[in-house]
């Protein structure tokens, strides 16, 4: 079982201009929160960075981010809170999870923080295995990012999560620092730290002069001056 819980404070976010296809798309605040949520859970569930990525991508292409109600399949989604309306089969929420596919039912796909841990799945996931989740499929950390998506979305565009890469790792490098953990064996700094301590590396992306070096710094350094 996991221990803790983690939890964005949304209201610090704000919109944000990711790349896509070359061009500069703007995010409303409320996609950013959004993504935050799907971190946060991702962290809970200890998730690694490409994993969030993964999420991220598959949201962005499905929804933009929004959450979605499906008012012609489901009229009760209207009185759930969400941000559009779709009519794309029976699909709902930000992963566009179908509750004909087992994914949960309407409220359950509808909500940020149900749907993602329905989307990563695994031992902790809600769906047993089936629908399976990206932490269910073997081999899903070595495989392109895009198809990792596929393999738990079964995608019609089998190739539409590519274009996102670039734009989900910005917004886990905006909204990572959002999220808080508290609880045993979830690691990570408690914040505000304590006096001494600084921040000497923010996670995401950096500006590499070491041939070779990763250019997507996957954590946050730290170091405690002497004095």
């Known amino acids: 079982g996991g221990s803790g819980s983690c939890t964005p404070n949304t209201g610090t976010l704000a919109g944000v ?32 960075t490409n994993g969030q990525v993964i999420a991220l991508m598959t949201a962005l292409q499905e929804s933009n981010l929004w959450i979605y109600a499906n008012t012609s399949t489901y009229p009760e989604s209207a009185n759930i809170p969400h941000d559009r309306d779709g009519k794309d089969h029976d699909s ?31 031992p902790e996931g809600p769906n047993g295995g089936s629908p399976r ?3 269910d499929i073997r081999g899903w950390e070595s495989m392109e990012l895009g198809a990792a998506a596929q393999k738990v979305q079964v995608s019609g565009f089998s190739d539409a999560y590519n274009k996102w890469e670039s734009a989900a790792k910005t917004l886990v490098a905006t909204a990572s620092g959002s ?4 609880g045993g064996e979830l690691g990570g700094a408690a914040l505000p730290l304590d006096p001494g301590f600084n921040f000497t590396s923010g996670y995401g992306p950096r500006d590499v002069t070491v041939p070779g070096a990763s250019s997507w710094h996957p954590a946050v350094d730290m170091q405690h001056w002497p004095g």
């Open 133 to 135: 989740g990206l932490l």
């Open 179 to 182: 999220v808080t953990c508290d």
């Open 17 to 48: 201009d990711v790349e896509v296809n070359g061009r500069t798309v703007s995010l409303e605040a409320a996609q950013v929160q959004n993504a935050a949520k799907i971190i946060a859970v991702a962290q809970q569930l200890k998730v690694p």
């Open 92 to 122: 709902l929420g930000v992963f566009q999870q179908r509750p004909s596919a087992g994914w949960g039912t309407v409220a359950e796909t509808m909500d940020v923080e149900y749907s993602a841990k329905a989307f990563f799945g695994g």
